[in-house]
């Protein structure tokens, strides 16, 4: 069990801009969750990634398989927080325990969004060996170049807030 590194703040704790987010969130949802409260010792990182987060949930990649995408990417990461919040948002979204299971293995039992999976766990991992044939090959399973581009944004949020609960020490709720 990972110790908890970095602590949650309060509104009143935290510096600058970021107690102004706080506040918003605050009294816009009622509470903080753990992973933003503790974003907020960094006002900059606090305020970029609300920004992105409100960005990608404009994204035109469905929902379910936005899902997918972040379940493969949260399992290479190895965030467990990160992992069970979107298990559960998957199945909020409709995926069934097979479709959670085959994403966590980084494919999908539709070849279209395997494709499109298999390049997000590339972007991730070895985003230098992208070749204009592996481009090809997701566009040929029939995505356009705004679902291409909008993977790495998929990606990038995924590392964001897997790398900072890692580095933090936020565990998932059950291992408390």
Same mark, same amino acid.
């Given at each position: 069990?990972?110790?908890?590194?970095?602590?949650?703040?309060?509104?009143?704790?935290?510096?600058?801009?970021?107690?102004?987010?706080?506040?918003?969130?605050?009294?816009?949802?009622?509470?903080?969750?753990?992973?933003?409260?503790?974003?907020?010792?960094?006002?900059?990182?606090?305020?970029?990634?609300?920004?992105?987060?409100? $960005?990608?949930?404009?994204?035109?990649?469905? *929902?379910? #398989?936005? @899902?997918?995408? =972040? /379940?493969?990417?949260?399992?290479?990461? !190895?965030?467990?927080?990160?992992?069970?919040?979107?298990?559960?948002?998957?199945?909020?979204?409709?995926?069934?325990?097979?479709?959670?299971?085959?994403?966590?293995?980084?494919?999908?039992?539709?070849?279209?969004? $395997?494709?499109?999976?298999?390049?997000?766990? *590339?972007? #991730?991992? @070895?985003?230098? =060996? /992208?070749?204009?044939?592996?481009?090809? !090959?997701?566009?040929?399973?029939?995505?356009?170049?705004?679902?291409?581009?909008?993977?790495?944004?998929?990606?990038?949020?995924?590392?964001?807030?897997?790398?900072?609960?890692?580095?933090?020490?936020?565990?998932?709720?059950?291992?408390?």
């Amino acid at each position: 069990m990972t110790t908890r590194r970095l602590t949650a703040l309060a509104p009143e704790q935290a510096p600058g801009r970021a107690r102004e987010l706080l506040t918003d969130i605050v009294e816009r949802h009622g509470s903080v969750g753990e992973m933003v409260s503790t974003m907020a010792h960094s006002p900059a990182l606090l305020d970029g990634y609300l920004s992105l987060s409100r $960005a990608m949930k404009r994204v035109k990649i469905p *929902r379910a #398989l936005s @899902e997918k995408l =972040s /379940l493969a990417v949260q399992e290479w990461i !190895g965030c467990g927080t990160c992992r069970e919040a979107h298990r559960e948002a998957g199945r909020a979204a409709g995926l069934t325990e097979t479709d959670i299971e085959l994403a966590r293995q980084g494919t999908s039992a539709d070849p279209r969004e $395997a494709a499109l999976i298999g390049l997000a766990l *590339r972007v #991730l991992a @070895e985003p230098g =060996s /992208l070749s204009d044939e592996d481009v090809a !090959g997701v566009r040929a399973h029939g995505w356009s170049d705004r679902v291409i581009a909008e993977v790495v944004g998929v990606v990038t949020l995924n590392l964001l807030t897997g790398a900072f609960n890692l580095l933090a020490g936020i565990q998932p709720r059950d291992e408390d």
